[in-house]
């Protein structure tokens, strides 16, 4: 088209640029999802869930921007010298957590009591990642934290506040707020993912229970939250313990915030490194049994690695599909041109597989406590996902930015801040080493978590040639047992499997060619290298309306 006249000198005529990418309906716009919630029995919260996809793409995803705009501050000491260790967010970090938090971001699962809560929860969990990863951060922990906090009776105030749909950022004892938020405290300079070797000791005081905090920690999340979770080492052995930030009486907690990570990822959110100075904790469960006390907490927040990945994938689709629709290059658009739309239907592909396990995983979870085979299928399915969806996101996000052009690297675009976010999750809560040898360990220690998973396997009636053959593969390398050398090609296969078993059952358009291209070796090391024969057209038009 002819442009129009322009004035001497005046060459600003924008033209060619695709419009605003919200405000969208990021539950509408998900079909994937919304199959996946139906399936996985999250249905009796469809009312919950619209109404939360609709603002997370309008509301929340404007006050994204803004809370990534600023990062936190810490201010260690007020205006007359007194220690104060006060971070001080963007009021949008604010508005993000009350939102979330009267959303069920962070106690769906608990204050719902009915089947599904847990798959609905982590959809939440998933719509709101989209808007702002950064927020996710004391949403998820403070969800996780419930499941460690309801084994002692003494805590059930805090299990309440926590699970309260309700946000309130004030610095006063709990007893004062009508809902709490919960960080955590686990890593020590020398120790990292080798939480055993952490040396913060724990000595016990005259009430029972309770004792007194002296060390440091290397990565202390969400320094603002009520309580944090921490692991040190006690008479008996490595012990989980509450640590408040504020005392009943309203004195601050003996601990000093060091400083805050200089991080990769989200600039919404804060990351510490502390000192605890005889700080007053509470201690749950039996001491020298810290591991196993934390371990739901752990299963939960590794659950919550995998949706994060997936929703990352999901908005990095989404915001690259948009593009391609309304610029035009070379005469065409974007998206006609057909190694672009192999590029975009391969992502499609992926982000729906990476969906579909996720919500699968959250209906183990929520069935666990009485069914022992999804029980077992979670315990094996979150190592293999959280490993896996978490590995992919970075390759996957930095193929949408390349859809984008140099728009994709420019931050006033989303692709910059999912780009720094997507490596997160497979570091934290137990790097992809750590996820490959918890995967043996299951295989190895508790037989039923294999058997479960064959059975995932087995109740696809209908599939491609490759499917069987992957099938069979994969029982070959677990009967003949896997060395911690190979774990990582092993824990692989058994992911793609799972996801083309999935895919499969659930009849997703996508099936045939995830099987076809994942499972036989003709797909390529980068995305855009399906087969002739994949359905484009449909695939793109599913994953986007």
Not at 506 to 517: L, R, T
Request: contains cysteine.
């Amino acid at each position: 088209m002819q442009s129009p006249a322009l004035p001497p000198f005046e060459t600003h005529l924008v033209d060619n640029q695709p419009p605003p990418f919200a405000p969208r309906d990021l539950w509408g716009d998900d079909i994937v999802l919304r199959e996946a919630i139906a399936r996985e029995g999250g249905e009796g919260f469809l009312p919950v869930l619209a109404s939360y996809g609709a603002m997370a793409g309008d509301v929340l995803y404007q006050l994204g921007f803004d809370a990534n705009r600023d990062r936190p501050r810490l201010r260690t000491h007020d205006a007359h010298g007194h220690r104060v260790d006060v971070v001080e967010f963007h009021p949008a970090y604010h508005q993000l957590m009350d939102l979330a938090k009267q959303g069920g971001v962070a106690g769906l699962s608990w204050h719902a009591g009915s089947p599904g809560a847990h798959v609905a929860r982590a959809a939440l969990s998933y719509l709101h990642h989209q808007a702002d990863a950064g927020t996710s951060c004391p949403l998820t922990m403070t969800h996780a934290g419930i499941a460690v906090l309801r084994q002692s009776p003494a805590l059930a105030e805090w299990t309440r506040a926590a699970a309260e749909p309700a946000y309130d950022p004030a610095d006063v004892p709990i007893a004062a707020k009508r809902g709490i938020t919960l960080g955590m405290g686990m890593t020590e300079k020398q120790g990292g993912s080798d939480v055993r070797a952490n040396a913060t000791v724990a000595t016990p005081l005259a009430e029972a229970g309770t004792y007194a905090l002296v060390g440091h920690k290397w990565f202390f999340s969400a320094p603002m939250s009520d309580g944090f979770l921490v692991l040190a080492q006690a008479p008996g052995g490595l012990t989980c313990l509450l640590m408040p930030r504020r005392l009943d009486d309203g004195h601050r907690n003996a601990f000093r915030l060091m400083r805050l990570k200089d991080k990769l990822g989200d600039w919404s959110n804060a990351s510490s490194e502390v000192e605890f100075c005889g700080a007053w904790a509470r201690r749950i469960g039996e001491e020298g049994r810290g591991v196993a006390t934390i371990i739901p907490m752990v299963m939960m927040t590794r659950l919550d690695c995998m949706l994060g990945a997936a929703a990352e994938m999901r908005m990095a689709l989404a915001q690259a599909l948009h593009h391609a629709r309304h610029r035009r290059t070379f005469g065409k658009r974007l998206v006609d041109h057909p190694l672009m739309g192999n590029v975009l239907a391969d992502l499609a592909i992926e982000s729906e597989a990476a969906t579909t396990l996720a919500l699968r995983v959250a209906r183990a979870v929520d069935r666990a406590g009485h069914d022992a085979g999804e029980a077992a299928f979670a315990r094996i399915a979150t190592a293999i996902g959280k490993y896996w969806l978490c590995r992919r996101a970075p390759a996957f996000v930095n193929e949408a930015q390349e859809c984008l052009g140099g728009a994709g690297y420019i931050e006033e675009s989303m692709l910059p801040r999912l780009y720094r976010q997507a490596p997160l999750n497979s570091i934290w809560e137990g790097s992809g080493n750590i996820q490959c040898l918890d995967v043996l360990r299951a295989l190895a220690r508790e037989p039923e978590c294999g058997r479960a998973l064959l059975r995932e396997l087995e109740q696809v009636t209908v599939a491609p040639p490759a499917y069987a053959a992957g099938v069979q593969h994969l029982r070959d390398l677990l009967s003949r047992g896997t060395s911690e050398f190979d774990a990582r090609s092993v824990v692989e296969r058994c992911a793609l499997v799972l996801q083309a078993a999935l895919l499969l059952r659930a009849g997703s358009p996508a099936a045939e060619a995830f099987v076809v291209s994942r499972l036989d070796g003709r797909h390529g090391l980068a995305m855009g290298t399906l087969p002739d024969a994949a359905p484009v057209d449909g695939l793109l038009a599913r994953a986007l309306p």
